[in-house]
């Protein structure tokens, strides 16, 4: 299998084989738009999980506990904030953690000492912490300025390492579809966001964009010297710089995910710690969605932004009209030569009719001859007082204009 995977790698690279990436990007365009949509209606309809970190609030934690059942501690929480309902989550096989909205010191108190009655541990087990509002709104605002900042310094170096903003806005947009598919994919599972899911989410865009720069880098190498030949237009050539780095894409993926998914199956099944399948989460997702969009996404932007670039159209026109050119001249060829092959078939039937005709002239000729020669005893050529004689038999079988010229000089005789 590996052999045949590496031989399918060979033969994009070399064009022997090619994946209709630029030529069906519509059809991606389309799978992607359906996958995002669906994504959000679902996001819509569940609704974001924010940690404590951006709402604010109390936590608990209850440690050493036998039963990590959840009802004993939302019956604490109903008996002290009613009508509040808490996030209740457990760690690993024998913790519990309890977030709730903000209380005051004498609640943290007593809810974390009900906390440890209902779970039957020692009062020491039970941690509290607090987040204020103004500490979670400083951390969502400098979150935002992390991203937006994050975008811009990547796009200008895009647009300074390629010398064309076009590439730039095409990474970009690559890199909108791996964000909106990783947050909706994080929404839908539920998972709670935290500040670990924003350096995931950070973590992403780094590697859709390097993943994207790697076929850029390969389109600018194959179209160094696009408008000095006739042979491919600039689709063709981003198609085959996305085809020769297909191979390198998926194997550097399936590298990297190993061991974010081990550390997903180990944080969310095996240990519960909050953190690692926040950021494994989000890591997992995006690596899946940077590697699609960077291979069928960012060629298709790029091909559709620069197309109409005065060079590049005049180049692509120049192109096709070259191949229609050649296509009507093989039509042509060929046409003549049916029709060369029609006149050479009708004139050889011709002369095989006149030579049929004339082997029939010549036999009727020769049966009328002996005809003639064959008459009554004492005749030549049809005529009392005729000779038998070898040789007026053979003047009698010679072919017909000798017979006639004889004919005609016997009746002279007469």
């Known amino acids: 299998m590996t052999a045949t995977f590496a031989r399918f790698g060979n033969d994009l690279h070399d064009g ?51 039963d990590t059942e959840q009802t004993s501690a939302r019956d604490v929480i109903r008996d002290h904030v009613p009508g509040n309902e808490p996030k209740i989550s457990v760690l690993g096989g024998s913790a519990v953690r309890v977030q709730t909205e903000q209380l005051d010191s004498a609640q943290t108190a007593a ?21 204020g509002p103004v500490w979670s709104g400083d951390v969502t605002q400098k979150m935002m300025r992390g991203v937006v900042v994050f975008l811009a310094l990547v796009a200008t170096m895009m647009a300074l390492y390629f010398r064309n903003l076009k590439s730039s806005l095409a990474a970009m947009a690559a890199l909108v579809h791996d964000m909106l598919v990783t947050a909706g994919v994080y929404l839908v599972v539920g998972f709670e966001i935290t500040p670990g899911t924003v350096i ?35 689709a063709d050539q981003v198609q085959r710089a996305a085809n020769q780095t ?39 997702i995006g690596i899946i969605a940077g590697t699609y969009s960077s291979v069928f996404l960012a060629p298709g932007f790029l091909v559709d932004l620069r197309r109409r670039e005065p060079a590049i159209a005049a180049h692509t026109a120049s192109v096709l009209r070259t191949r229609r050119g050649e296509e009507s001249s093989v039509a ?83």
């Not at 090619?18 to 991606?28: A, G, K, N, Y």
């Not at 974390?112 to 987040?131: K, N």
């Open 16 to 66: 022997r084989r090619t994946v209709p990436i630029v030529t069906r990007r519509r059809t991606w365009y389309l799978f992607s738009l359906v996958l995002v949509v669906l994504l959000v209606i679902f996001s819509v309809l569940r609704g974001p999980n924010l940690g404590i970190e951006f709402t604010g609030g109390s936590e608990f934690q209850v440690a050493g506990v036998a």
């Open 111 to 131: 809810v974390a000492s009900d906390l440890a009655e209902a779970y039957g541990v020692p009062a020491e087990s039970v941690s509290t912490s607090y987040i």
């Open 200 to 234: 995931g989410f950070l973590t992403v865009m780094g590697y859709s964009l390097y993943d994207t720069i790697v076929v850029f880098d390969k389109v600018r190498e194959n179209t160094a010297d696009l408008v000095e030949q006739r042979s491919s237009i600039f």
């Open 246 to 284: 297909l191979v390198r894409s998926i194997n550097t993926s399936v590298v990297a995910l190993l061991p974010v998914g081990a550390i997903l199956f180990i944080g969310a099944f095996l240990l519960g710690a909050g953190t690692l399948k926040d950021i494994s989460l989000a890591l997992f």
């Open 332 to 414: 042509e060829d060929g046409a003549a030569q049916d029709r060369r092959g029609a006149r050479t078939a009708i004139t050889e039937s011709a002369s095989e009719d006149a030579d049929a005709r004339t082997d029939v002239g010549t036999v009727g000729d020769e049966a009328a001859a002996d005809v003639l020669d064959t008459d009554e005893p004492g005749t030549r050529n049809g005529h009392p007082g005729g000779s038998t004689a070898p040789d007026s038999v053979g003047r009698g079988r010679q072919p017909r204009r000798t017979t006639r010229r004889d004919r005609g000089t016997g009746g002279g005789a007469r």
